[in-house]
C-alpha cells in the first residue's frame, strides 16, 4: 500500500486560509469515509484534527474544517496563526483492516 | 485524563528482539481498540498494527507481518509489541495510539503516548 499524496510544503499568511490536499485511490480515499487529519509539532506527539472526513473532536478550533471529493481529501485551515505552524497529515483506511498516512505537508505561517 | 506512555525502547542489533510497553490510564483501556504507530527519523507516519479491544483480531502492516506481535492485557491496563528478527529499516520512533471509536476500529487516533525510540543497528 502506497502513502498518500500530499504536496511537501505550503505556506500563508497570517489570516490567510490554506488548503491542503490529500490524493489516494478508489482502494482507500475513494472507497471509505474514514478520513483523518493529525497536526504534529516537531519533537511533539501527534493531534487529532479531524475525523470521519469532516468531524472535528472537541477542543479542535473550528478554524480547521475538512472535505472529501472522490479520491482526494482536503484539509482547510483558516485565519492562519503562528501556533498553525507544523506538519500535516491524513490518514485512510485502506479495507482489510489496514491504514495508510499520506506523506505529510509542512505548513509555514509566513 | 487520559494518558498513554510507552517503555522498551532502545539500542538493538539487526536480527534481535525487543518489547515495546504502553500503560495506559484515565479511561477504560478495555473498552478501546489501540494501535501501535511508527515514525522513522525524519519521515512520516506509518500504521503498524491494532488489536480490537477484547484482543479478539489483530492485523499488521505487510512489512512486519510474521515479526511483530500486538498484543494487551486488560487487567493491567497495558498494550505491547513484540518486535522479532529487527531490521535496520524498522528503526524510529514508535508510537502508540487509542482509536477513537468506543468498541470499535475506525482507525482515528485519538490519543496518543509520547512515543519510543527504537534504533536498529550493529
Known amino acids: 500500500q502506497s502513502a498518500l499524496t500530499q504536496p511537501r510544503s505550503v505556506s500563508g499568511s497570517p489570516g490567510q486560509s490554506v488548503t491542503i490536499s490529500c490524493t489516494g485511490s478508489?482502494?482507500?480515499?475513494?472507497?471509505?469515509?474514514?478520513v483523518s487529519w493529525y497536526q504534529q509539532h516537531p519533537g511533539k506527539a501527534p493531534k487529532l484534527l479531524i475525523y470521519?472526513?469532516?468531524k472535528r473532536p472537541s477542543g479542535v478550533p473550528d478554524r480547521f474544517s475538512g472535505s472529501k471529493s472522490g479520491i482526494t481529501a482536503s484539509l482547510t485551515i483558516s485565519g492562519l496563526q503562528a501556533e498553525d505552524e507544523a506538519d500535516y497529515y491524513c490518514?485512510?483506511?485502506?479495507?482489510?483492516?489496514?491504514?495508510?498516512f499520506g506523506g505529510g505537508t509542512t505548513l509555514t505561517v509566513l | 485524563q487520559v494518558q498513554l506512555v510507552e517503555s522498551g525502547g532502545g539500542v538493538v542489533q539487526p536480527g534481535r528482539s525487543l518489547r515495546l510497553s504502553c500503560t495506559a490510564s484515565?479511561?477504560?483501556?478495555?473498552?478501546?481498540?489501540m494501535h501501535w504507530v511508527r515514525q522513522a527519523p525524519g519521515k512520516g507516519l506509518e500504521w503498524v498494527a491494532v488489536?480490537?479491544?477484547?484482543?479478539?483480531?489483530?492485523y499488521y502492516i505487510d512489512s512486519v507481518k510474521g515479526r511483530f506481535t500486538i498484543s494487551r492485557d486488560n487487567s493491567k491496563n497495558t498494550l505491547y509489541l513484540q518486535m522479532n528478527s529487527l531490521r535496520p529499516e524498522d528503526t524510529a520512533v514508535y508510537y502508540c495510539?487509542?482509536?477513537?471509536?468506543?468498541?470499535?476500529?475506525?482507525?482515528?487516533?485519538?490519543?496518543w503516548g509520547q512515543g519510543i525510540l527504537v534504533t536498529v543497528s550493529s
Open positions: 495510539a487509542r482509536d477513537l471509536t468506543v468498541g470499535g476500529t475506525n482507525g482515528w487516533f485519538d490519543y
Open positions: 484515565g479511561f477504560s483501556f478495555s473498552s478501546y481498540g
Open positions: 488489536i480490537w479491544y477484547d484482543g479478539t483480531n489483530r
Open positions: 478508489a482502494s482507500d480515499v475513494g472507497a471509505y469515509n474514514y
Open positions: 470521519d472526513v469532516n
Open positions: 490518514c485512510s483506511y485502506t479495507g482489510s483492516f489496514g491504514w495508510v
